[in-house]
């Protein structure tokens, strides 16, 4: 695990091509710098070694291909891993400074397990079928970069386990939470009613008016197949792959109501609106919803980390070479941007950049 949000919840963004090639400071992060040069090199493992490549991609979705050249990395992976490695050494040097902690050659043993493991689970969860082992992946790491992991990874861990907030990952507290929030994993059974854009005033007008889901729908929805069921589309439990998305579309909607504000979506060239309504609520035992209530803790907890290392992030004075990307602030937090290319109308000669003619050193 690379940082602490890493724990939970990876997602990093980037575009055009990078090459890297310097000898200045790649990263510097308070006090502490992380040469271009190990940067390079970790930079060229991962887009060169095809098993680290992969488990990097499953932990950080963004593409870590070679660029232009021989030794130059698409700038997304470029940017996406220095952001990683800002991370890094920001809660490195917290954890060390404010609380004290150096992880013991034990705790680094475990550390590698946490780092394969959440490889291999993410891997999963992205549907990325990677060649070799997350074993492999680590053991393919530089030796520089292969320590500093395990050390960012040891140190997320402890911090992880001091924030106040976290919820313990545990049986019991699942249990205690699963008591306190039941209704939050009832099966749901719901209705939609796929209406057009232009009858949308009009749907609203008619509930308003006191017209039922099923009366609605069968007025104004566009999908024979729901409308001839009254809009039904089925009941979803906890152990449902769709439970998460239709939980959230129908939050604490009363029974028989569709939504006020509809999702819009695209079929054939149409768009519609898509109306949804939770027509039944039966309560699901703990056995049955048990996945899902690990899930919500993990989001919870995924966020109380994401809040600490942007608080961190904030407070820290970063520097970061060009040539790997550029600090910057979007609305999620301080993140590492790709570099972009400069606009062709900015561009005199007879040919146009593009992505085969331009690669930034």
Not at 75 to 99: F, H, M, P
Request: charged share 10%; with cysteine; hydrophobic share 40%.
């Amino acid at each position: 695990m690379r940082r602490l949000v890493a724990l939970f919840v990876i997602a990093l963004l980037g575009a055009a091509l990078y090459g890297v090639s310097s000898s200045s400071s790649g990263i510097v992060v308070n006090s502490q710098t992380l040469s271009a040069n190990t940067l390079d090199g970790e930079l060229s493992a991962i887009s060169h070694n095809n098993t680290l490549q992969c488990f990097i991609t499953a932990l950080s979705p963004t593409s870590y291909a070679p660029g232009g050249g021989g030794y130059s990395i698409k700038a997304s992976g470029a940017a996406a891993w220095t952001n990683l490695r800002v991370e890094g050494l920001a809660i490195d040097q917290y954890v060390t400074k404010s609380l004290k902690y150096h992880p013991s050659s034990q705790d680094l043993a475990l550390a590698e397990s946490s780092l394969e493991g959440e490889m291999t689970a993410q891997a999963t969860a992205n549907s990325i079928t990677c060649p070799g082992t997350s074993t492999q992946a680590v053991e393919a790491m530089p030796s520089e970069m292969r320590a500093a992991e395990l050390l960012a990874q040891a140190d997320s861990l402890y911090l992880v386990q001091k924030i106040k907030t976290t919820i313990p990952l545990t049986t019991a507290s699942a249990k205690n939470y699963y008591a306190k929030h039941t209704s939050s994993y009832d099966k749901l059974c719901v209705s939609v009613a796929l209406v057009l854009p232009a009858s949308v005033t009009a749907f609203a007008q008619g509930e308003s008016s006191g017209l039922g889901v099923t009366a609605l729908v069968k007025q104004f929805s566009q999908d024979s197949v729901s409308a001839a069921k009254g809009g039904a589309v089925g009941c979803f439990s906890p152990t449902s792959t769709s439970y998460t998305n239709v939980r959230a579309d129908v939050a604490s909607l009363p029974l028989n109501t569709f939504a006020t504000t509809p999702n819009y979506i695209s079929n054939n060239g149409q768009t519609y609106a898509l109306y949804v309504a939770v027509t039944k609520r039966t309560p699901t035992p703990f056995s049955a919803a048990a996945a899902t209530v690990l899930a919500d803790l993990q989001s919870l907890n995924a966020s109380s980390a994401n809040n600490i290392k942007n608080t961190l992030l904030d407070q820290a004075a970063v520097h970061v070479d060009p040539a790997f990307g550029r600090w910057g602030l979007n609305t999620t937090g301080p993140t590492v941007f790709a570099s972009a290319k400069p606009a062709t109308g900015d561009v005199t000669g007879s040919k146009k950049l593009n992505t085969t003619t331009a690669t930034y050193k």
